[in-house]
């Protein structure tokens, strides 16, 4: 085989590829979009009613909590990650740290971002069982910040690196102190640091795995930090198992509202990349 026919063979194989993963992509978004939306469409009212006393086994009432409860859990998770984030990626750049330091802490976070969630949610829960806690609301937090900080270090790390050198030169010039020049090639990086927080969260709010051990699986409506909670992904796990045709119904509507999420968020990623591009060098200033 010559290597021109090598080469034919390797672009049909890798547009095969890409092909096959689309496909499967449409087909799992349109199967719960259609059987999801469905259910959603004839009861809209699902998503903003309380559930019932026996939700879980009657299908009575609604999944306001697990709604709340994802809201409760990855909102804060996300701040506190996204701020602890952004602070490591910047330490890890030349002016503070040498190159065999960040590299190492790289190779770690790597490791980190390839380990399973519920490793995360077995560790947290030892914690608990330590300290002689119980689940809540506030370990789950913990957990999913754990779980995210890897993913948006290494986003915002890549995002740093790939700034102009021409900011950091440009800033020093200036006589600017070595915080001074990380603000700005922070604000160089904008779009992909943006992108980065946006998938910790969007990968946050669809983990069941780590909430399941840390924050429980609670049919109540969320009441405090301290008290047990559930989110969309564990209340799918549970619907899904129901021998209740209606429960399992609300598993392909919750489903359908956790998938539009997603998407909407990697939309809203999109948008704001491009806003903020216009801060880089060279991006757009329209």
Request: charged fraction near 15%; glycine fraction near 10%.
């Amino acid at each position: 085989m010559d290597r021109y026919t090598e080469q034919r063979l390797f672009g049909l194989l890798a547009r095969g590829a890409a092909a096959l993963v689309v496909a499967v992509m449409v087909l799992v978004i349109s199967v719960t979009i259609y059987r999801g939306g469905r259910v959603f469409l004839m009861d809209p009212t699902i998503v903003i009613t309380p559930p019932g006393s026996r939700y879980m086994l009657e299908g009575d009432g609604g999944f306001l909590h697990a709604v709340l409860g994802s809201i409760f859990i990855v909102g804060p998770a996300t701040i506190i990650s996204a701020v602890l984030a952004v602070s490591t990626a910047i330490y890890l750049q030349s002016d503070y740290s040498s190159e065999r330091f960040s590299d190492t802490v790289n190779m770690f976070l790597n490791v980190l971002w390839g380990t399973p969630p519920i490793v995360y949610g077995v560790f947290v829960l030892t914690v608990i069982i330590a300290i002689g806690a119980r689940t809540s609301m506030f370990f789950g937090i913990v957990a999913i910040a754990i779980f995210q900080y890897p993913i948006m270090t290494r986003y915002t790390d890549e995002a740093l690196r790939s700034a102009p050198d021409s900011v950091k030169e440009a800033t020093y010039g200036l006589g600017a102190t070595r915080f001074e020049t990380a603000l700005m090639t922070a604000r160089a990086a904008l779009p992909g640091v943006i992108a980065g927080i946006v998938m910790g969260f969007a990968r946050g709010i669809g983990d069941a795995a780590t909430v399941l051990f840390t924050a429980g699986r609670s049919t109540n409506m969320p009441a405090g930090p301290f008290d047990g909670a559930t989110t969309l992904p564990v209340l799918i796990f549970d619907q899904a198992m129901s021998f209740n045709a209606e429960v399992r119904s609300h598993a392909y509507a919750a489903s359908f509202i956790l998938i539009i999420a997603v998407l909407g968020l990697i939309l809203v990623s999109k948008l704001l990349a491009g806003r903020y591009a216009r801060y880089a060098p060279g991006g757009r200033h329209s």
